[in-house]
């Protein structure tokens, strides 16, 4: 199972928006409604920010968002702060009863 | 609250075995799944497999087919995953992460370093 496809980085000033793509297959990503993103700060856990392609967990603020066309899933972030400097997974459920992660976006905050 | 509490932090040389826990607490242990999720050195996250903490069925990545072994104690509340054959490439965190299709809840990692 290949690892799904994620831009290296992106960048925004504070107060703008970006989105991160995830480009998959119709077997992952295309197939299932089961996309996650996750965030992760230099040595810490990663934490789920979206599940589902498009729902966030409590406690998760309301900048975030995610969703899904075709192969392709994306999560924005509205409203950049400096505290979403961090990288950002994707993962989905595949068809092989597995599932794969992206490899990584590198937010940074101008 | 729920919490994964893993480990401590392994050596081991190339070509033998690892054997990471992770306890579960704060929550009904056999309600839900617990993933493993690999981090090489400045590299990205890397799903291994996954528990039915219920009845104990697996499911692994193919990269780990018949390498890897994920076994739970429900009177402990603990997973286990076992990983043979290691090699330097092996050097990873490795998480425990609560959930089914998504995972709210995560270890805090455990460092296994392979080294001759």
């Known amino acids: 199972q290949s690892a799904l496809t994620q831009p290296a980085s992106v960048s925004g000033s504070p107060g703008q928006s970006i989105t991160i793509s995830c480009t998959g297959t119709?077997?992952?990503?295309?197939?299932?409604?089961?996309v996650s993103w996750y965030q992760q700060h230099p040595g810490k856990a990663p934490k789920l920010m979206i599940y589902?392609?498009?729902n966030r967990p409590s406690g998760v603020s309301n900048r975030f968002s995610g969703s899904k066309s075709g192969n392709t899933a994306s999560l924005t972030i509205s409203g950049l702060q400096a505290e979403d400097e961090a990288d950002y997974y994707c993962?989905?459920?595949?068809?092989?009863?597995?599932?794969?992660f992206g490899g990584g976006t590198e937010v940074i905050v101008l | 609250q729920v919490q994964l509490v893993q480990s401590g932090a392994e050596v081991k040389k190339p070509g033998a075995s690892v054997k990471v826990s992770c306890k579960a607490s704060?929550?009904?242990?056999?309600?839900?799944?617990l993933h493993w999720v690999r981090q090489t050195p400045g590299q990205g996250l890397e799903w291994m497999g996954v528990?039915?903490?219920?009845?104990?069925?697996?499911s692994y990545a193919q990269k780990f087919q018949g390498r890897v072994t994920m076994t739970r104690d429900t009177s402990t509340s603990t997973v286990y995953m076992e990983l043979s054959s290691l090699r330097s490439e092996d050097t990873a965190v490795y998480y425990c992460?609560?959930?089914?299709?998504?995972?709210?809840?995560w270890g805090q990692g455990t460092l296994v370093t392979v080294s001759s």
């Open positions: 119709s077997s992952d990503v295309g197939g299932y409604n089961y």
């Open positions: 528990i039915n903490c219920s009845g104990g069925s697996t």
């Open positions: 992460a609560r959930g089914a299709s998504e995972s709210d809840y």
């Open positions: 589902e392609v498009s």
């Open positions: 704060g929550y009904t242990f056999t309600s839900n799944y």
């Open positions: 993962n989905s459920y595949t068809n092989n009863n597995s599932y794969v």
